[in-house]
């Protein structure tokens, strides 16, 4: 049987998708690892070919460090933030 390279085959659909799930899966575990940081506040989902991190952080460092896990997980060009910064001062 010929299969032709121009048309996507179910395994390869399959096998990126998968590949997009876990990446999806290692950028969540290593924000739920980072000291000093609530990433309850946060998703991290997947649109076609790109990560989508979308939420609040407490600050533009948290921001940073954010988006360096995702960038280093899947590429500078495949990570789209719609991550808010909100630092609200405490009051005593």
Excluded: W
Aim: net charge negative; with cysteine; hydrophobic share 45%.
């Amino acid at each position: 049987m010929f299969l032709s390279s121009l048309q996507p085959t179910a395994s390869f659909a399959f096998a990126h998708d998968h590949g997009m799930m876990m990446e999806k899966t290692a950028i969540e575990t290593e924000l739920s690892y980072l000291p000093n940081f609530d990433s309850s506040n946060l998703t991290v989902d997947v649109t076609g070919d790109f990560i989508v991190l979308e939420g609040v952080v407490s600050s533009s460092g948290d921001h940073a460090r954010v988006m360096r896990i995702a960038r280093e997980i899947v590429g500078y060009e495949r990570v789209l933030s719609r991550v808010l910064v909100c630092s609200i001062a405490k009051r005593s």
